[in-house]
């Protein structure tokens, strides 16, 4: 199996661990694990993922909502259908592919000329997003009562109990998806960086305490939100140097991180497209620094 072929099975790979047993997720996966590009485009697909079901964990649906979707579900189901519309439904359900029809598409996929690309508009790009929006939402809904939306399972979240510690780079990846999302927005807006750490405190999760770079302490705040990766709980405390200018602190726990890296008084400087960033760890905690400036401004906050 080569990139391309894994990369198309993985984009339909469930988070729920039930394709495991699965010879074909399981040989893409192994790919995945040994191809450095795949394996970054896996690791960026599910912060993407993961972001986006935060998004989604943030709305607030109203009490009344699932009832609604009921009832209409009632009106529907008085519908009555012909006898063309059982023939039709019947003959779909007795399709079966034949056995050997994955294989030959994949050996179509290595043969076939590159064709032309017709890129689509704005509003098919649009439409996907919205798509899954609306059936992970009507998945909400139909939920009995009680029941969270965890219990919804979401393409590229690993479940919140997975005890497996996450590479630093999909903790980067997330963060830098979840800052540049249009629809970021902050749990708490606040300039008192106590206000903040005591928010993220109160929510269970690291807090930067006295770890936090001697150039930030003291400009003010901006705000703190939440950030779930893989599963493994952070935040992220944002603070403004000027106007328009911003750095971002991100926190987790450093036994849910895979790194290796310095202390707060020699962090370990990097680019990540048009983000420069600092990472390092101490007394149990693993900090990313991100911002939009120059690697030696960034390293003066140190």
């Known amino acids: 199996m080569d990139r391309e072929q894994a990369r198309f099975i993985l984009k339909s790979i469930r988070a729920d661990g039930s394709d495991a047993s699965d010879a074909d997720f399981a040989e893409a996966l192994a790919v995945a694990a040994s191809d450095r590009e795949l394996g970054e485009w896996l690791g960026r697909e599910r912060a993407r993922d993961a972001a986006f079901a935060a998004a989604l ?5 109203p009490p ?5 979707v009921l009832a209409c579900f009632d009106v ?5 259908f012909d006898e063309a519309d059982h023939a039709l439904a019947s003959g779909l359900g007795s399709i079966r592919p034949p056995a050997g029809l994955r294989q030959e598409i994949l050996i179509a996929m290595e043969k076939s000329e590159p064709a032309e690309v017709v890129r689509p508009s704005r509003w098919k790009y649009l439409a996907i997003p919205l798509a899954a929006a609306a059936g992970i939402v009507l998945a909400m809904v139909l939920s009995k009562p009680g029941e969270t939306s965890s219990t919804v399972p979401i393409a590229g979240v690993v479940p919140a109990n997975s005890g497996t510690a996450v590479p630093i780079s999909h903790v980067e990846n997330s963060a830098i998806s979840t800052l540049e999302s249009p629809g970021f927005t902050l749990d708490l807006s606040n300039p008192d960086h106590e206000v903040l750490f005591n928010f993220i405190r109160n929510s269970g999760r690291a807090c930067p305490g006295g770890c936090v770079p001697k150039g930030l302490e003291d400009i003010p705040g901006i705000g703190c939100r939440t950030l779930d990766v893989d599963g493994k709980e952070g935040a992220i405390v944002c603070f403004r140097r000027g106007e328009g200018d911003a ?11 895979k790194a290796s890296l310095p202390t707060c008084g020699h962090p370990k400087l990097g680019k990540h497209g048009d983000w420069t ?3 390092w760890q101490q007394d149990g905690r693993v900090f990313l620094l991100l911002g939009h400036l120059p690697e030696e401004q960034l390293d003066q906050l140190f």
Do not use: K, M, Q
Not at 57 to 61: E, P, Q, S, W
Not at 64 to 68: A, H, S, T, V, W
Not at 247 to 256: G, T
């Open 64 to 68: 009344e909502l699932r009832e609604e």
């Open 247 to 257: 750095v971002h602190l991100v926190v987790f726990r450093e036994a849910d991180v």
């Open 76 to 80: 529907h189901a008085a519908i009555e």
């Open 57 to 61: 964990g943030r709305v607030d649906l």
């Open 277 to 279: 960033v600092a990472r």
